[in-house]
């Protein structure tokens, strides 16, 4: 691979689309090429703006023989088929979560992705976050002893619509499972997972059987303790934090606010700002930096992507943890069968 710029085609133009399509644009090591999406007038909007060519059809993309690698950012059930008609093109993929819903499905895809030798990548963007990736490393080099308990909380500001909730696979499988791949980031071998759900507030959760508020207990093969605290609504904001707390002291991150400006008198002391509203704001540079490091896996240089094995570990939890808040008991789990 030389020095140009990849040429990068993107399938789907929803939310995330737009961001991908945003900061392929915004990187001077890629271009944005083909824009895909059965939805052709949110193709052709975003090819306009860009400067790309649009189409419904990702098999006249594929063809035409002008791409060095292509974002799948389409709704998940669509992920599969994709990626595997990208990999038999011989076109590298970062495919954002989750593989696929079904872990079967998963499974069948594995040998054709991993025995294929094409770069690929699921899109957990958290990973790539500046404070989460410094916390790893001085939990790497020692700064806190032996790892003893992990706690991540994750709140979004408001629940999904009904219709999203039918599509999603549940709240594990859509909300929790980026705090599943946060979990491994920092204690990769988990082997027991207990969860519970309840439907406190959405009736879209009800309507659908899902939760709305969710609790995770996992252990690793140590015994080190992780926490995860889920809720689909939250009055404070985005509400993102971890705490990293071992046998030689404690590593946080906060949430993160809309400025740095605080505020004291006589009846309250360093009043701020509120926190960031979302994931769009959270974790904007987190999605450039993992642009940046699938431009490094496609030119065959060192990256820090996440794999196809990550992206199967996360639904395996996701799935534990959806059994294990139905049938009220603790799941066993092997991540590496």
């Known amino acids: 691979m030389t020095n140009e710029q990849l040429r990068i085609g993107l399938i789907g133009t929803g939310r995330i689309g737009k961001v991908h399509a ?71 993929v970062l495919c954002e979560k989750p593989i696929d819903l079904d872990i079967a499905r998963v499974d069948k895809l594995a040998p054709v992705v991993e025995g294929s030798g094409v770069p690929f990548a699921v899109g957990f963007n958290r990973r790539f976050d500046r404070d989460f990736s410094l916390a790893r490393e001085r939990l790497i080099a020692g700064e806190v002893g032996d790892l003893e308990q992990l706690s991540i909380i994750s709140r979004d500001p408001a629940p999904p619509t009904v219709e999203n909730l039918r599509t999603t696979g549940g709240m ?14 920092f204690a990769p071998d988990i082997v027991e997972v207990f969860a519970t759900g309840s ?9 659908t059987s899902d939760f709305d508020t969710a609790m995770v207990t996992m252990r690793t093969s140590t015994g080190v303790q992780i926490s995860i605290t889920n ?7 985005y509400d993102q934090r971890i ?21 004291s008198n006589a009846t309250a002391v360093k009043t701020t700002t509120p926190y960031q509203h979302f994931f769009l704001e959270r974790y904007a540079e987190a999605y450039l930096e993992e642009l940046r490091e699938f431009s490094r896996l496609v030119r065959g240089e060192e990256s820090r992507c ?8 996360a ?17 066993r789990i092997d991540l590496d069968r």
């Open 22 to 92: 945003a900061n392929i644009a915004a990187l001077p090591e890629t271009t944005l090429t083909w824009v895909i999406d059965p939805y052709i007038a949110g193709a052709e909007a975003i090819a306009a703006e860009r400067g790309a060519r649009a189409t419904a059809d990702p098999a006249e993309a594929f063809a035409f023989g002008d791409l060095d690698a292509v974002v799948i950012a389409s709704p998940t059930s669509t992920h599969a088929d994709l990626i595997e008609r990208a990999i038999a093109a011989g076109i590298p």
């Open 172 to 185: 594990f499988r859509d909300q929790t499972i980026h705090d599943f791949d946060m979990a491994r980031y």
């Open 199 to 207: 439907q406190l507030f959405d009736d879209g959760a009800k309507q």
């Open 231 to 237: 809720s689909r609504h939250s009055s404070i904001g």
């Open 243 to 263: 705490e990293i707390f071992g046998g030689e002291g404690m590593l946080e991150v906060g949430n993160a606010g809309t400025s740095l400006v605080s505020y």
């Open 306 to 313: 996440s794999t196809f094995a990550d992206g199967r570990a």
């Open 315 to 331: 639904l395996l939890l996701a799935d534990a943890a959806e059994l294990s808040a139905r049938e009220g008991r603790v799941v």
